[in-house]
């Protein structure tokens, strides 16, 4: 996981994986919820990520469950058409906020 900082709000992005699957969803998803712990303005950048399976959705819902009961606010950018599409058939873009880019996420904080 490779972390950056914009103002008070924590991007996250994947370094040199292209899927989140059950091999490393547990590992990526303690991670994770450490990083929303320590700041609860989190942006997850998809950008290079290609495949997402039932337990790396796992992750975000989990992400968003945290937010949701600690008035955190978690959101997600950079989705390739492909992993959009998963996004669309679990009709999870319904509740959570998915973006096109970095800036339009952050910008809407």
Request: overall charge neutral; aromatic content about 10%; some cysteine.
């Amino acid at each position: 996981i490779k972390i950056s900082k914009h103002n008070d709000i924590t991007i996250v992005s994947f370094d040199n994986i292209d899927r989140i699957t059950t091999l490393i969803s547990e590992k990526k998803k303690d991670e994770l919820k450490n990083i929303f712990q320590s700041n609860p303005r989190l942006v997850i950048d998809l950008k290079g990520i290609k495949y997402i399976d039932s337990t790396g959705f796992g992750i975000f819902l989990s992400l968003l469950k945290i937010a949701n009961t600690n008035n955190g606010k978690f959101k997600i950018c950079n989705v390739s058409p492909e992993v959009f599409s998963l996004f669309k058939l679990l009709q999870l873009h319904n509740i959570m906020e998915i973006y096109q880019d970095i800036d339009e996420c952050v910008n809407t904080f």
